[in-house]
Every structure is written in structure tokens, then in C-alpha cells.
């Protein structure tokens, strides 16, 4: 079966600080893999999506990058975070064929001081 | 533009009422259609999708929703709420592209009345 790991679980930062948020998916291969902000009290925001090794898309311009070395890891980082970047990141990820049906990550807590 | 409203933002039901939790869509095309649950400081979880066929659909935890495409709704229902099913609600539909997005509606969270 497929499973999804983010880590760390919580993170608190200051500001000014790098940031480096970790994606891996299990059981699947060239999986769609996707990064969501959610802020307090609101929505889902779709951050960035790869539909491949070394391919990013990114929806929102903001202070924060992805990667995605591999075929299952995905990576959120920033060089400098803010204030602003406090919230919980979510990892998810598609199977490429198919109902386009998203498994969703346990999540990061991240608050920046 | 797709988009998702979930007109309201915090519902309380008494334990043992019925529910019925609200989502409107905007797709240009016969929409792919999700509800996902998030309980506090967790990931979401799926509770069902439409996708074609009977618009009538069931999930998990009795949750059913029905689509109803002259209305652009896909409204989540369940029969009797349980204490257990406090938590945010997420209405989303599926974009049709090779990246297929999914796009969130804002939320709904339910309150559980003892």
C-alpha cells in the first residue's frame, strides 16, 4: 500500500531563517506530488505541484521554493522565512493515470517568531 | 475560472441530527468532485469523490453527497452526526489538466453539540 511521510511534524523558526520541509511517498512511482498551505482558519492554497523529477510549477508568487530530486521526495524550502510563512504545509501526491483523486501527508506545523 | 464556495464557515449540530454541509462549484465541464475531512492538526482524509454514473454517492462513515449539476452543488449529508465527527469539512474539484489540481473550498467546520 502507499503511504506518505512529512517531517518534521512542527517546526517554530525566526524569522530570517532557512527552511526545509520533506516529502516522501511510499509504495507508488512517478507519482503527481503537490504542496499546500493552509493558514489559520482558512482554505487550502495550492503552493507548488511537479509532474516529474526536477519539474516545478509554481501557483502563488512567495518566498518559498520546491525541489523534487527524486521520484517520491518532495522538498519546501525557503532561504529567509516570515512572519507571513507561519501555517500547516501539506504534502500530497496523484497517481499519474487515472481519477485525479489527492492522498494527503499527516502535515507540518510550521510558526515562525 | 474553477472555484469552490462553501458558504458556510462553522455549523453546530446537536449529536444525533441530521447534517447537511454546503458546496457550490464553478467548472466549465462535468467536474470531478471531492469531500475531504480534516480533523485538528491533521492531515485530510477522503470521504468521497464523484467522478460519473450515479450522482448519488457514498463514503465512508455513513457520509453520502449528491451532485446536482442544474444546481452546481454537491452537498454533504449524513443521517445522524456522532460526537466523532466534529471537524473541518473541504469541498474541492478536480481540474482537468496533466498536473490535476485539485481546488479547495474554504472550509466548513462542524461543531458537535452534546
Known amino acids: 500500500s502507499q503511504t506518505i511521510h512529512q517531517w518534521p511534524a512542527t517546526l517554530v523558526q525566526p524569522v530570517g531563517s532557512p527552511l526545509s520541509l520533506e516529502c516522501t511517498v511510499e509504495g507508488t512511482s512517478n507519482p503527481n506530488l503537490y504542496w499546500y498551505r493552509q493558514a489559520a482558519g482558512r482554505g487550502l492554497q495550492l503552493l507548488f505541484y511537479s509532474v516529474g523529477i526536477g519539474q516545478i510549477s509554481s501557483e502563488v508568487p512567495q518566498n518559498l521554493s520546491a525541489s523534487r530530486p527524486q521520484d517520491r521526495q518532495f522538498i519546501l524550502s525557503s532561504k529567509k522565512l516570515l512572519l507571513s510563512d507561519s501555517g500547516f504545509y501539506l504534502c500530497?501526491?496523484?497517481?499519474?493515470?487515472?481519477?485525479?483523486?489527492?492522498?494527503f501527508g499527516p502535515g507540518t506545523r510550521l510558526t515562525v517568531l | 475560472a474553477q472555484s469552490v464556495t462553501q458558504p458556510d464557515i462553522h455549523i453546530t449540530v446537536s449529536e444525533g441530527a441530521s447534517l447537511e454541509l454546503r458546496c457550490n462549484y464553478s467548472y466549465g465541464a462535468t467536474p470531478y468532485l471531492f469531500w475531504y475531512v480534516q480533523s485538528p492538526g491533521q492531515g485530510l482524509q477522503l470521504l468521497l469523490k464523484y467522478f460519473s454514473g450515479d450522482t448519488l454517492v457514498q463514503g465512508i462513515k455513513g457520509f453520502e453527497a449528491e451532485f446536482k449539476r442544474s444546481q452546481s452543488s454537491f452537498n454533504l449529508r449524513k443521517p445522524s452526526v456522532h460526537w466523532s465527527d466534529a471537524a473541518e469539512y473541504f469541498c474541492?474539484?478536480?481540474?482537468?489538466?496533466?498536473?490535476?489540481?485539485?481546488?479547495f473550498g474554504s472550509g466548513t467546520r462542524l461543531s458537535i453539540r452534546p
Open positions: 474541492a474539484v478536480g481540474v482537468y489538466s496533466s498536473a490535476s489540481k485539485i481546488i
Open positions: 500530497a501526491w496523484r497517481r499519474r493515470v487515472g481519477n485525479n483523486e489527492q492522498f
